[in-house]
Structures are given as C-alpha cells and as structure tokens.
C-alpha cells in the first residue's frame, strides 16, 4: 500500500514526521536509487528501496521506549556540532532512538528516547498536552504573590525557531514573540532562610524552550536547580542519574492516551 515518504520514515523510526520532511527536502532520502526533494511523493514499502543517509530503512524493527535520568551536563540531541556529551552517550542501544523533546544541558531528570517517530510527533505535539513535573530551586524565599503569578501564567519571550517543539514553525525567524504560560501547578516544598533558597514543584503541559527557567525569571527568581521528576506520572525516582531502563506497553500506552489538564 503506498504512503507518504515522510509518513514511512517516522514510522521506521528516523525521526519525527516534521524532522523526516527537513530530511527529505536536505536530499538525505533515496526511492529506488533516485534522491527525492518532493515532499508529496508516494512509495510502496513493498516495492521500492528507501535509503536515508545510504541505508535501507526498514521498519520491520520492533519500537523501543526508554527512560533516562538525564544527569546535568549532557545535552540532548542525537549528534552535537560541537562535540558535547549527549544523552545518547548513556544509552547505548542498536536501534536508532532519538529524545522525545528536551531537557537543557543543565536540567536533570525524566526524558524519554525511542524509535518510534509517530510516538514523538503525537507526544510533542501541543495538543498533547501530557504533564511534564519539575522540582526547581531558587535563589531567595519565594513570595505567595509570586506562586500566584506562576499558577495563572505569566509572560516569557521565546524564538519560534528554537521551540524544543518544532509543531508549526517555519522560516528562520530571529525575533522573539511573548507567551504567557497555561496555568500551572504550584507548591511550594521548603524554603531555607539560612540558605536563602526556595525549592518549588511545578507541573506544566507546554514546552516552550527553557520554560521553567523563564517562568522563574519572570516572577524575578533566578534558578539555582532544575530537575524534571515526571513524565505524566512516570517518574525516574528509583532510576539513578545516568541510568535508565524500558518503559513497560502499558506506560506507553498510559503516555499516549492520558493526557492530563491542568485546570
Ligand atoms: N524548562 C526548562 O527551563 N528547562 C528544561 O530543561 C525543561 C523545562
């Protein structure tokens, strides 16, 4: 049955739908010997030989979903230009896993890798809207107008070209625009005075680059420690930093389809 090319090569795992359509239009895609640049073109798995990068894809490989306890230090992504430890350095699998999302270099905590590029796009999508729970430390005790602040929303500037979710964005736009932030959960779990540190737990369901960061600055706290302990509620408490393990079908399956709002 034929499919669209850039269908055919998120569901063998390249990557996302929307990263498989730059890959195409790059010229790193092959039908049956022949670059193609056509982001429309049709292809019969059956029939025709698709190469990426000078491989065959096949998507007769099973799906794997892992979960990582990223430590701080790493970046995420497959391959980085300038030569940084990436979270792939800690999963060492055969199949060609990418991160769903991301964490900054900084930030520690749950992130999710697979092959599976449908699951990336559908999880990433805004519409998801799967929770993402961070704890995050900050410089200063903390004030009840500013957790306010945060649970309504409050305004980030962001580059739509830098969004970690690339869904709808187009162009090399350098101009930041203004977001406010969807309602968040807020709680405060300690403040020290001696320390003159707070620490917070907020859930979210956007992701926005740097979210959590810019969220802080702007109620005016500069983050000190950024850890995300849950995706939907599938944490990394018992996974040491730098270890991870398979998410099991039903946590997949939990991801997929419970979508939780905040209200
Ligand atoms: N928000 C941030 O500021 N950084 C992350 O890595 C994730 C969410």
């Not at 193609?36 to 019969?44: D, M, P, R, Y």
């Not at 509620?233 to 946590?251: A, C, F, N, P, S």
Request: hydrophobic share 30%; aromatic share 6%.
């Amino acid at each position: 049955m034929e499919e669209r090319l850039q269908k055919y090569l998120a569901e063998s795992g390249i990557a996302s739908r929307r990263k498989c359509e730059e890959y195409i239009l790059q010229g790193k895609v092959k039908v049956n010997g022949k670059t193609v640049t056509e982001l429309g073109t049709k292809v019969n798995p059956q029939e025709d030989k698709i190469e990426f990068e000078g491989k065959e894809v096949n998507n007769q490989q099973k799906n794997v979903y892992i979960l990582l306890n990223k430590p701080i230090g790493y970046v995420t992504t497959v391959d980085d230009q300038f030569g940084r430890d990436t979270v792939l350095n800690l999963v060492k699998v055969k199949e060609r896993i990418v991160p769903v999302g991301r964490l900054d270099m900084y930030t520690s905590g749950a992130l999710i890798l697979t092959n599976d590029g449908d699951f990336v796009y559908k999880v990433t999508h805004p519409k998801h809207e799967i929770t993402k729970t961070y704890t995050v430390t900050v410089k200063g005790i903390i004030q009840k107008d500013e957790v306010e602040q945060l649970r309504k929303g409050v305004k980030i500037e962001e580059s739509p070209e830098n969004n970690s979710i690339n869904h709808n964005k187009n162009g090399k736009n350098t101009k930041t625009e203004s977001y406010i932030t969807k309602p968040a959960k807020v709680k405060i779990l300690k403040t020290d005075e001696e320390k003159d540190i707070s620490r917070l737990e907020i859930t979210i369901h956007e992701g926005k680059n740097r979210q959590v960061r810019k969220m802080c600055e702007a109620v005016g706290r500069k983050v000190l420690a950024l850890h995300r302990i849950k995706i939907g509620d599938i944490g990394v408490k018992d996974l040491e930093l730098g270890k991870w393990r398979y998410l099991k079908q039903y946590e997949v399956n939990k991801i997929l389809n419970g979508n939780i709002q905040i209200k």
